[in-house]
């Protein structure tokens, strides 16, 4: 079974949450004898293939950007020529420009879209896009949604319900790091031994402006990792409410962001808008026993941290909320170590890279058997696919 996953970025150029999802996803499904390729596009000048965690990544060069839309005519031929290779080409979306990518490279096998998040932001060109955005996703064989929560509150998801099945992100633990002890004990002495953890990109839906304003009635360390087209705003407002406790650390390579996963008090994820569509770094803090604070947006956030249970969800862009809620967790020790042991004992049941990769080999299997006639599928034994289970 082949693979081609499609994409705008992905490592080693960016690191971001979808970019790990689809790792997570060819690390575990290559245990599962599925060959994986990813195609994305680059800045970089140095554009030969990379093997990743037993992968192979192409690159192309990103040639121009139309509202955050990029684009490439590279990614044309390659598309056309790695899909030829396929079984299955796997879409990552929202991306409008590989929407038509798939019409111009005539990609003429089974397809299956992970449908990641509505459009939000752009709505003058998401007018101009809803034609070929629907037109699209009728093409395709099947979509995917990372939770109920957002199969349940997508208006475009409802549109597709009967072709739309659920698959959990999933993330393995033995993926990450090991923390040594001299890394921990250098955090502790840079930020303290308890304080609040903030990690991912800083984009304008991940509600940090709102943090920050929660963060004036408080006294407890908070701690930001990630850099992002926010940055330098959120940065000045820090600096103009005199926030000396919130510390923001840039980028930091996955051993040291392992470490404040191992070490932080709790999680806050303060993503305030549907664009936010689940929250890797949110399933990496339950992963870690963590407690956490989310909002409440519909989205997969609450399917990963529910309410009194694993953490605490407020409404979005309340930040006497948020702040209460802060406050919950940082006076009540006990009350975060129980949900911080619920939260991991969550992970385990419904997120884990095994389960996701189990759940989207079945599916290409049977994207795969629905294209094969039923006599040339006895005869190759569904495309040499092995059973799963």
């Known amino acids: 079974m082949r693979v081609l996953h499609f994409y705008k970025t992905y490592f080693p150029d960016s690191v971001g949450g979808i970019e790990q999802v689809i790792r997570q996803l060819c690390v575990g499904t290559t245990r599962l004898g599925v060959t994986n390729t990813v195609l994305s596009l680059s800045r970089q000048k140095e554009l030969a293939p990379i093997s990743l965690d037993g992968h192979v ?34 879409y990552h979306f929202p991306w409008p420009f590989m929407d038509l990518a798939h019409f111009m490279a005539r990609v003429d096998k089974p397809a299956v879209v992970s449908y990641h998040s509505d459009i939000v932001r752009q709505k003058r ?35 597709y319900r009967d072709k ?55 006294d407890c360390p908070i701690v930001i990792v990630g850099t992002g087209p926010e940055e330098k705003a959120l940065k000045q407002q820090a600096e103009r409410l005199g926030l000396k406790h919130v510390i923001f650390t840039g980028v930091l390579d996955e051993a040291d962001k392992a470490a404040l996963l191992t070490l932080c008090h709790a999680l806050v994820f303060p993503s305030h808008l549907r664009s936010e569509a689940f929250g890797i770094s949110l399933l990496e803090g339950a992963m870690y026993g963590k407690p956490m604070i989310s909002c409440e947006i519909g989205t997969g956030t609450t399917y990963i941290n529910r309410c009194g249970e694993t953490g605490l969800a407020v409404p979005p862009s309340d930040p006497a909320a948020l702040r209460g809620a802060m406050q919950s967790l940082w006076s009540d020790t006990e009350l975060a170590r129980r949900m911080g042991v619920r939260a991991e004992q969550r992970y385990h049941e419904l997120f884990t890279s095994e389960q996701m990769a189990t759940s989207y080999t079945d599916l290409y299997r049977e994207l795969v058997a629905s294209r094969v006639p039923a006599s040339a599928g006895a005869r190759v034994g569904l495309a040499g696919v092995p059973p799963t289970r």
């Open 125 to 159: 060109w998401l007018r101009l896009y809803q034609p070929l955005k629907f037109r699209f996703l009728d093409s395709v064989d099947s979509i995917v949604a990372a939770s109920p929560n957002y199969l349940a509150s997508s208006t475009v998801l409802q549109r």
């Open 57 to 90: 990544i192409h690159r192309v060069p990103l040639n121009f950007e139309i509202a955050s839309n990029g684009c490439s005519v590279q990614a044309l031929g390659a598309l056309s020529r790695l899909a030829r290779d396929a079984d299955v080409v796997h």
């Open 164 to 218: 739309t099945r659920v698959i959990p992100y999933g993330l393995d633990k033995s993926t990450y790091p090991s923390v040594e002890p001299c890394r921990l004990a250098h955090w502790r002495a840079r930020v303290g031994p308890r304080f609040f953890l903030f990690v991912g990109v800083l984009r304008y839906y991940k509600g940090l402006h709102v943090l920050l304003e929660a963060a004036k009635g408080l």
